[in-house]
């Protein structure tokens, strides 16, 4: 069964998985401890300090093993913010960061701190003009992704890192994504990173602070790890994560060539055979595993279990696989098409057998879950000289506002308008998105008694 979702967790590199049955027998001690047994467990975790500092391109040091990703980006922002407290309280950050950013940046707000979420474009990428811009003389510290999470879009992380330095602000690179691929080039200040997503064991983070950063630990004090990761080192994952960590980039340069011509093949392929499609994400200047489309009048909950049905494991950001109804904060930072989105990210290895049926599949799968939903599946009818139309549909879920949208819009004159009554938060992404990509003018939203009234305007 393809799994095709190595952005959420990569499969355990088969080095890894010798690495960490190798060190269970071995490192199982106390690495602090001074007897025998002590110290073979520290030289286990030295060697693979050493190993992970050679992979990001710091020294030993510099570099904490923590309990997972999320863990240290929020010790890197904690630490970070409490030792320039005497600076400000102020953070600055992408708006299509990870989550565990984003709740970083909201605890610093309950806290009585401020932020500022610099906008990206439809490619996903800030900036770095306008990143400079929300940096301010109280800004303790700056964050940006090295490469986004759900669309693969790379970050201008090197000339944001320069602008950073200029103002006297440390930048925090959350590089979870990339750095299996290869270092985080630029001058940045704090990098944090998790195992799984390479191909190591879950439950392992990685968190670097430069030598001459301000940093405070937040919270009760610890003696392990330089005090920045309290608690009893996983020893045996450590050393899985990083031999898993080498051997990856041992790889990387072939394959990311290899799965980069793959993507290739996935975007226009998608394109091509499946219409009213929109993928997403930087065409060039993107990681080289992972794709993103989203496609009209599907339901995306339905498209993946159907996807999955036929054996291929994918993810979503779209909001009609969410529990709260409202599109990724991803796709809504790029203004782009949430609504039937599928995001595709190849682990290393991926056949290309595997890739051929998935593009052989595919247009089927979304022309039946159209089909299931009512969809209009041809051209619109000729004008009518009927007047501009009101389309209630209050508390029906995407995609079916678009839906109704696309089956009536035929039926008003160019000129005329077609409003949309709709409850769900999506309606608010993917109606202007709908417009665009059918060349129609979105006219804008209306306050309504109930949700919201979307007009839109009828060019052809």
Same mark, same amino acid.
């Given at each position: 069964?393809?799994?095709?979702?190595?952005?959420?967790?990569?499969?355990?590199?088969?080095?890894?998985?010798?690495?960490?049955?190798?060190?269970?027998?071995?490192?199982?001690?106390?690495?602090?401890?001074?007897?025998?047994?002590?110290?073979?467990?520290?030289?286990?975790?030295?060697?693979?300090?050493?190993?992970?500092?050679?992979?990001?391109?710091?020294?030993?040091?510099?570099?904490?093993?923590?309990?997972?990703?999320?863990?240290?980006?929020?010790?890197?922002?904690?630490?970070?913010?409490?030792?320039?407290?005497?600076?400000?309280?102020?953070?600055?950050?992408?708006?299509?960061?990870?989550?565990?950013? *984003?709740? =970083? +940046?909201? $605890? /610093?707000?309950?806290? #009585?701190?401020?932020?500022? &979420?610099?906008? !990206?474009? @439809?490619? %996903?990428?800030?900036?770095?003009?306008?990143?400079?811009?929300?940096?301010?003389?109280?800004?303790?510290?700056?964050?940006?992704?090295?490469?986004?999470?759900?669309?693969?879009?790379?970050?201008?992380?090197?000339?944001?890192?320069?602008?950073?330095?200029?103002?006297?602000?440390?930048?925090?690179?959350?590089?979870?994504?990339?750095?299996?691929?290869?270092?985080?080039?630029?001058?940045?200040? *704090?990098? =944090? +990173?998790? $195992? /799984?997503?390479?191909? #190591?064991?879950?439950?392992? &983070?990685?968190? !670097?602070? @430069?030598? %001459?950063?301000?940093?405070?630990?937040?919270?009760?004090?610890?003696?392990?790890?330089?005090?920045?990761?309290?608690?009893?080192?996983?020893?045996?994952?450590?050393?899985?994560?990083?031999?898993?960590?080498?051997?990856?980039?041992?790889?990387?340069?072939?394959?990311?060539?290899?799965?980069?011509?793959?993507?290739?093949?996935?975007?226009?392929?998608?394109?091509?055979?499946?219409?009213?499609?929109?993928?997403?994400?930087?065409?060039?200047?993107?990681?080289?595993?992972?794709?993103?489309?989203?496609?009209?009048?599907?339901? %995306?909950?339905?498209?993946?279990?159907?996807?999955?049905?036929?054996?291929?494991?994918?993810?979503?950001?779209?909001?009609?696989?969410?529990?709260?109804?409202?599109?990724?904060?991803?796709?809504?930072?790029?203004?782009?098409?949430?609504?039937?989105?599928?995001?595709?990210?190849?682990?290393?290895?991926?056949?290309?057998?595997?890739?051929?049926?998935?593009?052989?599949?595919?247009?089927?799968?979304?022309?039946?879950?159209?089909?299931?939903?009512?969809?209009?599946?041809?051209?619109?009818?000729?004008?009518?000289?009927?007047?501009?139309?009101?389309?209630?549909?209050?508390?029906?879920?995407?995609?079916?506002?678009?839906?109704?949208?696309?089956?009536?819009?035929?039926?008003?004159?160019?000129?005329?308008?077609?409003?949309?009554?709709?409850?769900?938060?999506?309606?608010?992404?993917?109606?202007?998105?709908?417009?665009?990509?059918?060349?129609?003018?979105?006219?804008?939203?209306?306050?309504?008694?109930?949700?919201?009234?979307?007009?839109?305007?009828?060019?052809?």
């Amino acid at each position: 069964m393809p799994y095709f979702d190595a952005a959420s967790a990569a499969p355990l590199h088969p080095v890894a998985r010798q690495a960490l049955l190798a060190a269970l027998d071995e490192g199982w001690a106390d690495p602090a401890r001074l007897y025998r047994e002590g110290r073979r467990a520290r030289l286990l975790l030295d060697a693979a300090r050493e190993a992970a500092a050679d992979a990001v391109g710091c020294r030993p040091d510099e570099l904490v093993f923590t309990s997972s990703g999320t863990t240290a980006v929020h010790a890197g922002v904690a630490g970070a913010l409490s030792g320039r407290r005497r600076v400000g309280r102020h953070m600055a950050l992408s708006a299509v960061e990870h989550s565990s950013v *984003l709740h =970083a +940046a909201a $605890a /610093h707000e309950a806290a #009585g701190g401020s932020s500022t &979420g610099v906008p !990206v474009g @439809r490619s %996903g990428a800030v900036d770095p003009a306008a990143y400079a811009g929300a940096l301010r003389a109280d800004t303790a510290l700056a964050c940006l992704q090295s490469a986004n999470h759900e669309v693969g879009t790379e970050q201008p992380v090197e000339e944001v890192a320069a602008l950073c330095a200029e103002a006297g602000v440390p930048l925090l690179v959350d590089a979870a994504q990339s750095l299996g691929w290869g270092p985080v080039a630029g001058g940045w200040s *704090l990098l =944090a +990173a998790s $195992a /799984h997503k390479w191909g #190591g064991p879950a439950g392992v &983070g990685l968190l !670097v602070v @430069r030598k %001459g950063v301000r940093f405070a630990p937040h919270g009760p004090a610890g003696e392990r790890e330089s005090g920045r990761a309290p608690g009893f080192e996983n020893l045996p994952a450590i050393v899985a994560a990083a031999a898993s960590l080498r051997a990856v980039r041992d790889e990387a340069a072939v394959e990311a060539e290899r799965l980069r011509a793959l993507v290739g093949r996935i975007r226009s392929v998608v394109a091509e055979r499946v219409g009213d499609v929109e993928v997403v994400g930087d065409p060039e200047r993107r990681l080289p595993h992972l794709v993103t489309f989203s496609c009209l009048y599907v339901d %995306g909950e339905t498209l993946l279990h159907e996807l999955d049905r036929h054996g291929f494991s994918v993810s979503s950001g779209s909001s009609c696989t969410s529990s709260t109804l409202e599109p990724s904060h991803v796709l809504r930072a790029m203004g782009v098409l949430s609504e039937g989105n599928v995001r595709v990210s190849l682990p290393m290895g991926t056949a290309e057998a595997d890739v051929d049926r998935f593009l052989e599949v595919l247009p089927g799968v979304v022309a039946e879950v159209r089909e299931r939903l009512g969809a209009p599946v041809a051209s619109p009818p000729p004008p009518s000289p009927a007047a501009s139309l009101v389309v209630d549909a209050l508390g029906r879920r995407c995609p079916i506002p678009v839906i109704e949208l696309a089956k009536v819009i035929g039926e008003v004159p160019v000129g005329a308008t077609v409003t949309v009554l709709a409850d769900d938060e999506a309606a608010r992404l993917d109606i202007p998105a709908w417009c665009q990509m059918r060349e129609q003018e979105y006219v804008g939203e209306e306050p309504a008694d109930r949700g919201s009234a979307y007009v839109v305007r009828r060019l052809s």
